[in-house]
């Protein structure tokens, strides 16, 4: 019989992605059965310790086995972890030789939201792609910068390497991985059994963009307070880099260092951010909110609030807007 192993790290895990992810494979494993006479995985939870508990001991778990005890398994699943990463990474060593070890022996492995850290620490996502919660992006990309981090994916896959984005969005990753190791049928019995949409892929609808100031640039700071603070003006980019006394093309070569983004990928994320709260909270119509963050052209607004949320403005308003749906 095939193996899935479910890992709860030593130190601080999310016990929601541990017992979620366990229970919706094993109703697959026992819908698999009903349907072909025999299971498909033997589906344990391994940890480094007897017991490990969440929550300040609220509640506690008690795997099944010790990872090392586990010589062959054919997908590893990396649940979330609590907030700090860098104790997490230390206090788990013997575990990211052991998914190193798996993987050279053909294991597939599954991080959820967070995991991605531990995953990340273990050096299998050098080079790929990979996704995580939003609100970690930023310390993500700068603990781990060779990996091609993805925030807006709900899931990524390459090379037997599988991420997810945020919170509760493990779920999809879940329903992916039934289909992948049980069949499409199974899958989508565990989505109509656990009312979770399938094939979902983005998570950029619900990203709220904070800005990113974790650098020491002040110079792009500055820059980065003029773009938020004239939301309503078309910014001009070699008017900003006059008005800071910076070359432009130094400008622009600053700026993607300190932020990640050219400084027109910066304006067009922190106007749609603002668009997106009069969106959520007013009664403007599209055009207004609009006007109101410095756009003048409909299909362009259009164009860019889509490429950023993953939704039309009048989506967005629908979904999120109280008033609308009155």
């Given at each position: 019989?095939?193996?899935?192993?479910?890992?709860?790290?030593?130190?601080?895990?999310?016990?929601?992605s541990i017992?979620?992810?366990?229970?919706?494979?094993?109703?697959?494993?026992?819908?698999?059965?009903?349907?072909?006479?025999?299971?498909?995985?033997?589906?344990?939870?391994?940890?480094?310790?007897?017991?490990?508990?969440?929550?300040?001991?609220?509640?506690?778990?008690?795997?099944?086995?010790?990872?090392?005890?586990?010589?062959?398994?054919?997908?590893?699943?990396?649940p979330s972890?609590?907030?700090?990463?860098?104790?997490?990474?230390?206090?788990?060593?013997?575990?990211?030789?052991?998914?190193?070890?798996?993987?050279?022996?053909?294991?597939?492995?599954?991080?959820?939201?967070?995991?991605?850290?531990?995953?990340?620490?273990?050096?299998?996502?050098?080079?790929?792609?990979?996704?995580?919660?939003?609100?970690?992006?930023?310390?993500?990309?700068?603990?781990?910068?060779?990996?091609?981090?993805?925030?807006?994916?709900?899931?990524?896959?390459?090379?037997?390497?599988?991420?997810?984005?945020?919170?509760?969005s493990?779920?999809?990753?879940?329903?992916?991985?039934?289909?992948?190791?049980?069949?499409?049928?199974?899958?989508?019995?565990?989505?109509?059994?656990?009312?979770?949409?399938?094939?979902?892929q983005?998570?950029?609808?619900?990203?709220i963009?904070?800005?990113?100031?974790?650098h020491?640039?002040?110079?792009?700071?500055?820059?980065?307070?003029?773009?938020?603070?004239?939301?309503?003006?078309?910014?001009?980019?070699?008017d900003?880099?006059?008005?800071?006394?910076?070359?432009?093309?130094?400008?622009?070569?600053?700026?993607?260092?300190?932020?990640?983004?050219?400084?027109?990928?910066?304006?067009?994320r922190?106007?749609?951010?603002?668009?997106?709260?009069?969106?959520?909270?007013?009664?403007?119509?599209?055009?207004?909110?609009?006007?109101?963050?410095?756009y003048?052209?409909?299909?362009?607004?259009?164009?860019?609030?889509?490429?950023?949320?993953?939704?039309?403005?009048?989506?967005?308003?629908?979904?999120?807007?109280?008033?609308?749906?009155?």
């Amino acid at each position: 019989m095939k193996h899935i192993t479910i890992l709860v790290p030593a130190g601080q895990n999310n016990l929601s992605s541990i017992v979620g992810a366990y229970k919706i494979l094993s109703r697959a494993n026992t819908y698999w059965k009903a349907t072909h006479k025999n299971y498909r995985y033997k589906i344990e939870l391994a940890g480094s310790a007897k017991k490990v508990d969440f929550h300040d001991g609220l509640f506690s778990c008690k795997p099944h086995t010790q990872f090392s005890s586990i010589t062959k398994t054919n997908l590893i699943i990396v649940p979330s972890l609590n907030h700090n990463y860098e104790t997490a990474i230390k206090g788990n060593k013997p575990l990211l030789d052991w998914i190193n070890r798996q993987h050279k022996n053909g294991a597939e492995v599954a991080s959820i939201c967070t995991g991605a850290f531990l995953l990340a620490a273990s050096g299998l996502l050098n080079g790929k792609r990979c996704s995580t919660h939003w609100a970690f992006a930023d310390t993500f990309q700068s603990m781990f910068p060779t990996v091609n981090l993805q925030a807006d994916q709900i899931i990524t896959a390459e090379n037997g390497i599988y991420t997810n984005g945020g919170a509760y969005s493990f779920l999809n990753l879940i329903i992916y991985l039934v289909e992948k190791y049980f069949d499409r049928q199974t899958a989508i019995f565990c989505s109509k059994v656990f009312q979770i949409e399938i094939d979902r892929q983005s998570q950029s609808e619900f990203t709220i963009f904070t800005g990113q100031k974790s650098h020491n640039d002040d110079v792009i700071k500055r820059a980065q307070s003029f773009i938020e603070n004239n939301l309503q003006e078309k910014i001009s980019m070699e008017d900003l880099s006059l008005k800071l006394a910076v070359s432009r093309r130094n400008f622009d070569r600053r700026f993607i260092k300190a932020t990640g983004n050219t400084p027109v990928e910066y304006t067009q994320r922190v106007k749609i951010e603002a668009a997106k709260k009069k969106l959520e909270t007013s009664r403007k119509n599209i055009n207004e909110v609009m006007y109101e963050i410095g756009y003048s052209d409909v299909k362009a607004f259009r164009e860019v609030f889509k490429r950023i949320t993953g939704l039309s403005p009048l989506a967005y308003k629908t979904r999120y807007n109280k008033e609308s749906m009155n």
